[in-house]
T-cell receptor, first 110, second 118 residues
Framework: EDQVTQSPEALRLQEGESSSLNCSYTVSGLRGLFWYRQDPGKGPEFLFTLYSAGEEKEKERLKATLTKKESFLHITAPKPEDSATYLCAVQAPGTYKYIFGTGTRLKVLA | GAVVSQHPSWVICKSGTSVKIECRSLDFQATTMFWYRQFPKQSLMLMATSNEGSKATYEQGVEKDKFLINHASLTLSTLTVTSAHPEDSSFYIC??????????????FGPGTRLTVT
């Protein structure tokens, strides 16, 4: 069965304390793995698309990596404004639909 | 680029009335849009896939007669919640996509609409 699992469910970091969020997936024929950031009461904001194992993408303090079984979202020296829920999704085989993980709620303390 | 808007951002309606939510892709054309529902502290639940010029495809368990979807143009899809009841109160989010590669579809999300049915 195609599925996406994110861990941890919640994470509290001190400002400047780097860490990684995990997204494990099982899907036949990966066409894309997507990372989003969602603030409370808002729609998800697109961060990255990863297409194949070994690929990496960066944006400010965020870096996303991809292997054949999982993706990591590395957060370097986070700031309080990085606090949000981070969602991972993969594109379901043969469709444009996404399979979402349940998200990681990140809280960065000043 | 890739901006998606929704209107209204929030709405309160009385039980039994209908509510229409608009989703627009502002700077690109989208043949396919998606409608999601999100409950507090939960992930997004796909309700339906909206295809320009054809009928929407609903996910299992979603009442198509209650949640009417119209995708009249390449930049506009609407969701109408008919005969709304308090249990329909939720956060509704749409997305519109572009092809990041020949087989990949990147979805860009609207800001969401908070519906409260009294």
């Amino acid at each position: 069965e195609d599925q996406v699992t994110q861990s941890p469910e919640a994470l509290r970091l001190q400002e400047g304390e780097s860490s990684s969020l995990n997204c494990s997936y099982t899907v036949s024929g990966l066409r894309g793995l997507f990372w989003y950031r969602q603030d409370p009461g808002k729609g998800p904001e697109f961060l990255f698309t990863l297409y194949s194992a070994g690929e990496e993408k960066e944006k400010e303090r965020l870096k996303a990596t991809l292997t054949k079984k999982e993706s990591f979202l590395h957060i370097t020296a986070p700031k309080p404004e990085d606090s949000a829920t981070y969602l991972c999704a993969v594109q379901a085989p043969g469709t444009y639909k996404y399979i979402f993980g349940t998200g990681t709620r990140l809280k960065v303390l000043a | 680029g890739a901006v998606v808007s929704q209107h209204p951002s929030w709405v309160i309606c009385k039980s039994g009335t209908s509510v229409k939510i608009e989703c627009r892709s502002l700077d690109f054309q989208a043949t396919t849009m998606f409608w999601y529902r999100q409950f507090p502290k939960q992930s997004l639940m796909l309700m339906a896939t909206s295809n320009e010029g054809s009928k929407a495809t609903y996910e299992q368990g979603v009442e198509k007669d209650k949640f009417l979807i119209n995708h009249a143009s390449l930049t506009l899809s609407t969701l109408t919640v008919t005969s709304a009841h308090p249990e329909d109160s939720s956060f509704y989010i749409c997305s519109a996509g572009t092809s990041g590669s020949p087989l990949t579809y990147e979805q860009y999300f609207g800001p969401g609409t908070r519906l409260t049915v009294t």
